[in-house]
């Protein structure tokens, strides 16, 4: 009975190493089919109402798992424009439900940019994703000038370059996509921004994080140091803005941020505790920074996101089906959401950047062993327990 068990046990071993091998060394294809896939879950689990029940886990729940489920579907578009009609149909169902009153419940109206520089500058990128697909009306490139124009007036007024997401409450990210998205409507529309995207990159230079020579996580209420939850999607968009500059705080966030077998929220020899931005740290580690920063290690064209995409596939439990692929058993949507918006990053406005040094493949030696270690330790208790019994 003892020996059976243990077959069994090894039998099993051997197929999830089987697995696990596989992802991590086989060549990757194409992710737009499996990012569609799940496109079409997240769809169905927002009608569900899996973006309300995300606001009760953090406070712009609602908000990112709609803007997210938009802007990956425009990047789907741009990626392969056989869908692109489809996407920009996916893209304006998740803008409208950002300018709905559920979208806006949390934000405050009497800000500048109206709502505050979170609302508007995620709004505003999605507006010319959308515009970018190319299936958008007078009426949406109208929507997309006056948004841009009042973004830009915010900054040119305001005496610092990081604008308030909220009364008194002021993170560097939330201008950062919004900065972004003049830069798109510059490149879309007509160049109408460039001084002011020109100043606010000065103006950031000049208030970098001491200890790191990166953008600070929070500058309102009170200055605190680079953290990777909002370094991750600096990284992400600011390659938008001004690609030197980008690549330069690219190269100080990896060194100083990224470790072992993921990103850690704070930087290496500085530690803490994990919060609401950051959720939950293991050993410092933070899923959702470690997430997307596979996203702007994309844009970079940098190897690490290959790294980070199969160590995702490797721990994430994805489960695809025909039409269907989800993560962690579908249990957290945003995370599905957060994974396929980093998995089908890419620039829109900025050209395709340099390629990084592709490293070396031994990060997988590690992996491997403890993939494959169960599976010989089983079945050399079976061949022992053998070779007992014939002697």
């Known amino acids: 009975m003892l020996r059976k068990l243990v077959i069994g046990l090894a039998v099993i071993a051997t197929l999830v190493a089987g697995v696990g091998t596989a992802r991590l060394v086989l060549p990757r294809t194409d992710p737009t089919p499996g990012v569609v896939k799940q496109l079409t879950f997240l769809r169905a689990e927002i009608e569900d109402g899996a973006d309300h029940a995300a606001q009760q886990q953090f406070p712009e729940g609602y908000f990112f798992l709609n803007a997210l489920y938009g802007l990956t579907w425009v990047q789907v578009g741009l990626a392969d424009p056989d869908r692109s009609v489809d996407a920009a149909r996916e893209a304006r169902w998740a803008l409208d439900r950002l300018k709905s009153p559920d979208g806006t419940a949390v934000f405050d109206a009497s800000l500048r940019p109206r709502y505050g520089v979170f609302h508007a500058g995620w709004t505003n990128w999605l507006r010319g994703g959308l515009i970018a697909l190319k299936h958008s009306d007078a009426a949406e490139i109208d929507e997309f000038t006056r948004t841009s124009v009042e973004i830009a007036t915010a900054f040119r007024t305001a005496k610092t370059p990081f604008l308030p997401a909220y009364p008194g409450q002021a993170w560097p990210v939330d201008s950062t996509v919004a900065i972004a998205s003049l ?209």
């Open 183 to 391: 830069r798109l409507y510059d490149d879309l529309v007509a160049p109408r921004f460039g001084a002011t995207t020109e100043r606010w990159v000065a103006a950031v230079k000049t208030q970098l994080d001491p200890a790191t020579g990166l953008m600070p996580h929070q500058v309102e209420p009170e200055t605190t140091g680079a953290r990777a939850s909002s370094q991750s999607m600096i990284q992400r968009f600011l390659v938008e803005i001004d690609p030197a500059f980008a690549r330069a705080q690219y190269e100080i966030f990896k060194d100083r941020f990224v470790a072992g077998v993921g990103v850690r929220e704070y930087p290496k020899g500085v530690g803490g505790h994990g919060d609401v931005d950051s959720g939950p740290l293991i050993l410092g580690i933070s899923l959702s920074a470690t997430v997307v920063t596979m996203g702007a290690a994309r844009v970079q064209h940098d190897p690490l996101a290959d790294r980070l995409a199969r160590e995702g596939d490797l721990l994430g439990l994805p489960l695809s089906g025909l039409k269907t692929k989800r993560y962690a058993l579908g249990l957290v949507p945003i995370g599905d959401a957060f994974l396929a918006w980093s998995a089908s990053a890419r620039p829109i406005v900025a050209d395709e950047q340099p390629e990084f040094a592709s490293g070396s493949g031994w990060w997988r030696v590690p992996w491997l062993l403890v993939l494959w270690l169960p599976a010989l330790i089983l079945w050399g208790f079976v061949r022992f327990r053998r070779s007992r019994r014939r002697h």
